[in-house]
Each structure stands twice: as C-alpha cells, then as structure tokens.
C-alpha cells in the first residue's frame, strides 16, 4: 500500500506550503485593512481561485480519481494543469492518496480520517487537526502503482507529473508578473502574489481540506454509505460541491455530487457545459432509481 518515506527535504517543503499560505491567510483582514483590495488583487485571487479549483474537483477529483465522465486529450491536460494550480500535488500522486481514501474510508489504512484517534472529545479534535492538514506531513507515501497504475501509464499525465514543481512556481509568480506589469510597479508585483499568490492557494486549501476533516464529522447523512461522509451546505460554493460528500460517497462515480434539490454543484454544472460543447463523453449523471435505494428515509 505504501512505497517508502518523505524525504526530510520534502516534510520541511511541506511545512512551507502549509504553514506559509495560513500565516497569509491570517493577514489578509489588517493586509486589506491598510492598504485596500484593488480590483486588479481582486480578479486575480477570484480568477486563479476558480482555474485551480475546477482544475481539483473536475479534473483531479471526477475525471482523474472516479472517472465521472470521459474527455478529450486536450482537455484532459488542460485539467491535469490547472489541477497542479492548486499545489495540492502532482496529478497521479494526488489520485492515488484520493482512491486509498475510498478503499479504506474511515478505517485502517485511509490516509486522512478524522476518527483515526478515537471518538472521544479530545482524540476526535486531535483527528480533525490531522484530517485537516497534519496528514500531509505523513511521512508515509502511497503506492502509485497499486491505486493509480492507469495514470501511471499514461504519458501525458506523466509528463504534467514530471512539470509539477515548475507549475507550482507558475501558480504563484504569474500573479506577481501581472500584477507588475499592469500597475507597473513593484508594490502591485507584491500584492499580486500576496493576493493571488498566497492567499489564494491558503483558502483552497483550508476549503480542500475542511471536506476531508468537516465533512466526516459535521453535516447531513442523507443517503447510505460504508462511512462518516457527511454533506456540509455552508462549504457547497467555495468547494465546488465537493462539500456534499455524504452523497458522493454514496455514489463515488457520479459527475453530479449535489443530488438534491437546492445543493448547488458548480463542478456538475461546469462538466455539463463540456459536455454541451462536446468536449467530454459517456457522463455518469445520477440515477434517480440508484439514489432513491440508498435514500435514507426518517
């Protein structure tokens, strides 16, 4: 299940890209406070946020991880690019931890459960912290061959794969060059990167992170499923619809995780909009007679 250790390079890297990102994230309020939020921060917080997050969900989560829909070869890169925006990982590293997850969801073996310590108050606020971030810094690292051989095989991933570290460097300088460029100096270079750097990348991951920590332990259960998954309304927008997880768990392969009336699914919505243009192929969109077997009634 696992192939080896982290680096001590790699766990001091990773401390970096957690901690770094939260202390900006913590600034921000006195940051725009000060100096004020230019339009120009503005578009490109919101702008790099929405590429990297539907790059996460659409691309790494449905098309990559459950295979919710099939997509065209440039199409398929373009998500595997935007996915490493949000440096959360290279594509096949980040499918692999995502599938041991449903493999051993809330038991032994899953690599970011928030019961791992017990259910008690405190282990169970130690498991959120651990769910929540502490898991990356798990010197433990999954076999790629084992839970994702077909990424593995296929060049193209390969290669973004091999691109991640200059792609993690592109997410966060191009907010700093436009942000010079347009203003023409260096304090827009500087906001640029805080704004659509930093802050950024710090509140998609604390949004990613809350559906592997909130979303097993807060939240709505409305459809059977062999774990804790949880559907937590608050985090439906930022996530994409990621936060309605008790119901992707219920039915990993669907393109579609906000089932119900009112849960709004921009990734869903997004991967319509694909198929409409043709770009993607053989969707698995929910099926009424699937869910309402696994509807829980009260």
């Given at each position: 299940?696992?192939?080896?250790?982290?680096?001590?390079?790699?766990?001091?890297?990773?401390?970096?890209?957690?901690?770094?990102?939260?202390?900006?994230?913590?600034?921000?309020?006195?940051?725009?406070?000060?100096?004020?939020?230019?339009?120009?921060?503005?578009?490109?917080?919101?702008?790099?946020?929405?590429?990297?997050?539907?790059?996460?969900?659409?691309?790494?989560?449905?098309?990559?991880?459950?295979?919710?829909?099939?997509?065209?070869?440039?199409?398929?890169?373009?998500?595997?690019?935007?996915?490493?925006?949000?440096?959360?990982?290279?594509?096949?590293?980040?499918?692999?931890?995502?599938?041991?997850?449903?493999?051993?969801?809330?038991?032994?073996?899953?690599?970011?459960?928030?019961?791992?310590?017990?259910?008690?108050?405190?282990?169970?606020?130690?498991?959120?912290?651990?769910?929540?971030?502490?898991w990356l810094l798990n010197q433990e690292?999954?076999?790629?061959a084992r839970f994702a051989p077909d990424?593995?095989?296929?060049?193209?991933?390969?290669?973004?794969?091999?691109?991640?570290?200059?792609?993690?460097?592109?997410?966060?300088?191009?907010?700093?060059?436009?942000?010079?460029?347009?203003?023409?100096?260096?304090?827009?270079?500087?906001?640029?990167?805080?704004?659509?750097?930093?802050?950024?990348?710090?509140?998609?991951?604390?949004?990613?992170?809350?559906?592997?920590?909130?979303?097993?332990?807060?939240?709505?259960?409305?459809?059977?499923?062999?774990?804790?998954?949880?559907?937590?309304?608050?985090?439906?927008?930022?996530?994409?619809?990621?936060?309605?997880?008790?119901?992707?768990?219920?039915?990993?392969?669907?393109?579609?995780?906000?089932?119900?009336?009112?849960?709004?699914?921009?990734?869903?919505?997004?991967?319509?909009?694909?198929?409409?243009?043709?770009?993607?192929?053989d969707v698995r969109w929910p099926d009424?007679?699937?869910?309402?077997?696994?509807?829980?009634?009260?």
């Amino acid at each position: 299940m696992l192939e080896g250790t982290q680096s001590t390079g790699a766990l001091v890297m990773l401390w970096v890209f957690v901690a770094a990102p939260f202390v900006a994230l913590l600034a921000a309020v006195p940051v725009a406070w000060g100096w004020g939020l230019s339009v120009l921060d503005t578009a490109l917080l919101v702008g790099g946020y929405l590429v990297a997050i539907a790059g996460v969900t659409v691309g790494f989560h449905r098309h990559l991880t459950h295979g919710s829909f099939k997509a065209v070869r440039p199409l398929r890169i373009a998500l595997a690019v935007a996915g490493s925006f949000a440096i959360e990982g290279a594509p096949t590293k980040w499918v692999a931890d995502h599938r041991r997850h449903h493999a051993f969801t809330d038991r032994d073996g899953d690599p970011h459960s928030p019961w791992r310590y017990g259910t008690s108050v405190g282990a169970l606020a130690k498991g959120l912290l651990y769910a929540h971030c502490g898991w990356l810094l798990n010197q433990e690292i999954t076999n790629k061959a084992r839970f994702a051989p077909d990424l593995v095989a296929d060049r193209d991933i390969r290669i973004v794969d091999r691109l991640f570290a200059p792609l993690l460097a592109l997410s966060l300088l191009a907010p700093a060059a436009i942000g010079g460029l347009v203003t023409g100096s260096w304090t827009g270079a500087l906001t640029g990167f805080f704004w659509g750097g930093l802050v950024r990348m710090a509140l998609l991951h604390h949004v990613t992170w809350s559906v592997n920590s909130i979303c097993h332990v807060v939240g709505e259960r409305p459809f059977a499923s062999k774990d804790k998954a949880t559907n937590f309304w608050p985090l439906a927008l930022l996530s994409f619809g990621e936060s309605w997880h008790n119901s992707h768990h219920a039915d990993p392969t669907g393109a579609r995780h906000g089932v119900l009336r009112g849960q709004l699914d921009p990734a869903a919505r997004l991967i319509w909009l694909f198929e409409r243009f043709g770009w993607v192929r053989d969707v698995r969109w929910p099926d009424p007679a699937r869910l309402a077997a696994k509807r829980i009634t009260t």
